[in-house]
Antibody
């Protein structure tokens, strides 16, 4: 069955970096793009952007153009989200999701806490 | 960017009631290919969002037929007939017509 399995929770200090993984299984990884969604504590969903899994080309929403990097390891059917120079406002749960007819499959989310 | 305005912010219902959620877009969501990429998601407490409806009115696999999406252009509605306990949570509309894609702020469906 189709699954997106994300890495575990992270606790980081401001200024540090992290890399979250999203491992896909049950389908051909490069047949579908991968989207990323942020959810701050108690808040709604925020679209971050997507990566073309065939070309590796990322597209970022405006709020995520500076310190955020989408990347791939296609041999491992894995997408990554890297956040550099972490800030307190990056504290959130980050989801990967597969876009097809809608975002039909989602990862379980990674809770990231940024605190000094 | 496209702004999606969801109303109401919260909705209190009795089990078995009908619920209706509105999603209004700041611009038409009809794409140049003729399709309208307006989707609805439900996020239950502590869970990832789950797809309910895509392209305005198409139910995703396994979604009960009590979920009905409708609308066109800038005005869209999700109706839930006969609300059941597993329907409680926060509903989001999402547009994938105009880049950057955007979510509505959410509507919390709770028991009266």
């Amino acid at each position: 069955q189709i699954q997106l399995v994300q890495s575990g929770p992270e606790l980081k200090k401001p200024g540090e970096s992290l890399k979250i993984s999203c491992k896909a299984s049950g389908y051909t990884f490069t047949d579908y793009a991968m989207q990323w969604v942020k959810q701050a504590p108690g808040k709604g969903l925020q679209y971050m952007g997507w990566i073309n899994t065939q070309t590796g080309k990322p597209t970022y929403a405006d709020d995520f153009k500076e310190r955020f990097v989408f990347s791939l390891e296609t041999s491992a059917s894995t997408a990554y989200l890297q956040i550099n120079n972490l800030k307190n406002e990056d504290t959130a749960t980050y989801f990967c999701a597969r876009p097809y007819s809608g975002l039909d499959y989602w990862g379980q989310g990674v809770m990231v806490t940024v605190s000094s | 960017d496209v702004v999606l305005t969801q109303t109401p912010v919260s909705l209190s219902v009795t089990l078995g009631d009908q619920a209706s959620i509105s999603c209004r877009s700041s611009q038409s969501l009809e794409y140049s290919d003729g399709y309208t990429y307006l989707e609805w998601y439900l996020q239950k407490p502590g869970q990832s969002p789950q797809l309910l409806i895509y392209e305005v009115s198409n139910r995703f696999s396994g979604v009960p037929d009590r979920f009905i999406g409708s609308g066109s252009g800038t005005d869209f509605t999700l109706k839930i007939s006969r609300v059941e306990p597993e329907d409680l949570g926060v509903y989001y509309c999402f547009q994938a017509t105009h880049d950057p894609y955007t979510f509505g702020a959410g509507t919390k469906l709770e028991l009266k």
